[in-house]
C-alpha cells in the first residue's frame, strides 16, 4: 500500500453530473412494441462525471474542493446538496440558459437496458472562464494537487485549461487529467494524463497492437502534450507507462467485471491521492490498479475506501498474510477509520511465542466481542524483560507473522514496552480482553476501553509447559 502520513487537499476541476438509477425487474415484452417493460423498483442518485472523481476521493478520506460551472435549474441545486453532504467545499458558477448534466440509466436485472441524458454540452462562455480563473487563482494554493475532470460537456475550455496548467506549473503543483478528444495538445504542460486505450488510439493515430506501438502512442502522447509520465489504461491489462525507452506494464486482476461505468474517475482520483502524499509513480500505479479492480466489481458509478483497497489486495495473495501487520502508526490511522464505520473494535495482547490450542481458543473467543481483533504483540526485547533471557523461542516477526494467519485475528502490531498502554491510547478499542487469571487485578488499558472481558484459558494448555515437554523429550 501507499505511504499515508497526512491527509491530502485536492481539487477537482471539470464537468459537474448527476448519475441517476431506475432499478427494476422485467418478466414482460410491451405489448405496443418490441421492448421489455420495466417495474421500476427504486430510484438512486449519485455524483457523475467529475463529480465521480470527489467522490473517489471522499471515500479515501481526502479533503475536496470543486471548481465547476452549472446551470440554474433543479438538477444544479439537487447537485449542490449532494457535494454539501459529502462535506466538499463547492465553488461553482451558475450561467443563465446552461442545463447542469443528468444522466439516466435504466437498470433491470442489474443490467442496463437505456440511457438518457439531459444536459449542455457547448462551451462556457468566456465571462464564465473568467470568473472561473479569478476563483483558481485566489484559492489554488490551498491544495496539494489539481485534477481536471474533462468530459467534453464545455466546462474545460482549451483556454481556461492552458491557463490551469500554466499557473499550477509555476507554483510546482501537479496537474492531472482525465482527457477528452482527439487533441491533447490542449493538456501541454499537464503531470500526466490518464486515457484509455481506445482514447489514446484517436488521439495518438496510432494503433496498439502491440509492445511496439504501444510505446510508440505512449511516445506521442508525451511529445504531444509535455507530460512529465505517459501512460495509458488498459482495462483488465492494468496500467502501461513509458519507463525511460522502454514500456511497463503494471498489471491489475479484477475478481468479476461487473460494470466499468466510472472505472476511469476511480483511476484518476486514486493516482491524484496517491501522488498528493508524494508516493513515486510506481507505488501510485500500484494503488490505481488495486482501486479500479474494486470498483469494477460493483454496479453503477462506484467508489473505494481505503480498507476495501487492502481487502482487495489481500484477496489477490500478494503478501496477504503481512498485510494484517501494522505499524503503530498504521494502526492508529486504522482504528479511526474502523470507528468511522461503526465498527467494534476489541484488544488483547501477549507474547504468544509457542502458539498452541490455548492462544488460540483465546483469540477466538476475544474476537466474538466486536467486528475486529487487533492483537498487540510483545517485541523480542520485551518478551526477554518478561521471561528471562532464553525466551522467546520464536522471534517477533515469525510470532506476527503466524497470528495474522489465524482467521481469528484481524491485524498485528508489536510493541516494545513492558505493557501495551500507550498503544491502547491509540487504538481507543471499544473492548478490552485479557486471561481469567486477571481476575481481581487491575487490567492494563481498562480506563480507556469502553468494557473489559476476561477469557477462561484451557487447563494445561501453556507455552511454558510446551517448552517444559520437549526438554523432557530429549
Known amino acids: ?70 446551470g440554474d435549474d433543479e438538477v444544479g441545486h439537487n447537485l449542490k446538496i449532494m457535494l454539501e453532504k459529502q462535506s466538499v467545499k463547492a465553488f461553482l458558477l451558475e450561467q443563465e440558459g446552461r442545463k447542469t448534466s443528468r444522466k439516466t440509466r435504466l437498470m433491470a436485472s442489474h443490467s442496463q437496458v437505456v440511457r438518457y441524458d439531459k444536459e449542455s454540452k457547448n462551451p462556457i462562455s468566456v465571462q464564465s472562464v473568467e470568473d472561473l480563473y479569478k476563483i483558481f487563482l485566489n484559492k489554488v494554493e490551498n491544495y496539494d494537487i489539481i485534477l481536471l475532470s474533462d468530459y467534453a460537456k464545455g466546462v474545460l475550455t482549451e483556454d481556461l485549461i492552458a491557463k490551469i496548467i500554466n499557473y499550477a506549473n509555476k507554483k510546482d503543483i501537479k496537474v492531472l487529467v482525465d482527457p477528452k478528444g482527439n487533441d491533447y495538445s490542449k493538456y501541454k504542460g499537464a503531470y500526466l494524463l490518464t486515457p484509455n486505450k481506445k482514447e489514446a488510439e484517436i488521439a495518438s493515430k496510432v494503433k496498439i497492437e502491440n509492445e511496439a506501438s504501444l510505446k510508440k502512442c505512449l511516445e506521442k502522447l508525451k511529445k504531444e502534450a509535455d507530460l512529465k509520465v505517459s501512460l495509458i489504461t488498459l482495462s483488465e491489462d492494468g496500467i502501461a507507462i513509458l519507463e525511460e525507452d522502454s514500456v511497463s506494464i503494471k498489471p491489475t486482476v479484477a475478481r468479476e467485471v461487473y460494470d466499468v461505468t466510472g472505472a476511469g474517475d476511480t483511476v484518476l482520483a486514486s493516482l491524484g491521492f496517491a501522488l498528493s502524499l508524494e508516493n513515486d509513480i510506481e507505488k501510485s500505479v500500484e494503488f490505481a490498479n488495486l482501486a479500479a479492480g474494486v470498483v469494477v466489481g460493483k454496479l453503477g458509478s462506484a467508489t473505494a475506501t481505503l480498507d476495501e483497497i487492502e481487502e482487495y489486495q489481500a484477496s489477490l495473495h500478494k503478501s496477504s498474510i503481512e498485510l494484517h501487520i501494522k505499524s503503530r502508526d498504521e494502526i492508529e490511522k486504522l482504528s479511526l477509520r474502523l470507528k468511522s464505520q461503526n465498527k467494534k473494535v476489541v484488544f488483547t495482547n501477549g507474547c504468544f511465542d509457542i502458539l498452541h490450542k490455548g492462544h488460540v481458543s483465546y483469540l477466538n473467543i476475544a474476537k466474538s466481542f466486536g467486528d475486529v481483533l487487533i492483537l498487540g504483540l510483545n517485541s523480542d526485547d520485551s518478551v526477554k524483560r518478561l521471561k528471562g533471557e532464553n525466551r522467546p523461542i520464536n522471534c517477533e516477526d515469525d510470532r506476527a507473522y503466524i497470528l495474522s494467519a489465524l482467521e481469528c485475528v484481524d491485524y498485528v502490531v508489536i510493541f516494545d514496552e513492558d505493557t501495551p498502554y500507550e498503544l491502547i491510547k491509540k487504538i481507543q478499542p471499544n473492548t478490552l480482553v485479557k486471561g481469567a487469571d486477571y481476575e481481581g487485578k487491575e487490567v492494563v488499558g481498562s480506563d480507556i476501553a469502553e468494557k473489559t472481558k476476561l477469557v477462561e484459558f484451557i487447563d494445561g494448555k501453556s507455552t511454558t509447559k510446551t517448552i517444559e515437554k520437549i526438554k523432557k523429550a530429549k
Open 1 to 70: 500500500m501507499i505511504k499515508i502520513d497526512k491527509t491530502p487537499n485536492i481539487l477537482v476541476i471539470g464537468d459537474l453530473m448527476i448519475d441517476e438509477y431506475l432499478w427494476g425487474s422485467c418478466d414482460r415484452i410491451s405489448p405496443e412494441a418490441p421492448v421489455q417493460v420495466v417495474d421500476i423498483k427504486k430510484e438512486t442518485s449519485v455524483l457523475g462525471g467529475a463529480g465521480n472523481v470527489i467522490s473517489n476521493l471522499v471515500s479515501l478520506g481526502a479533503k475536496v474542493a470543486v471548481l465547476s460551472v452549472i
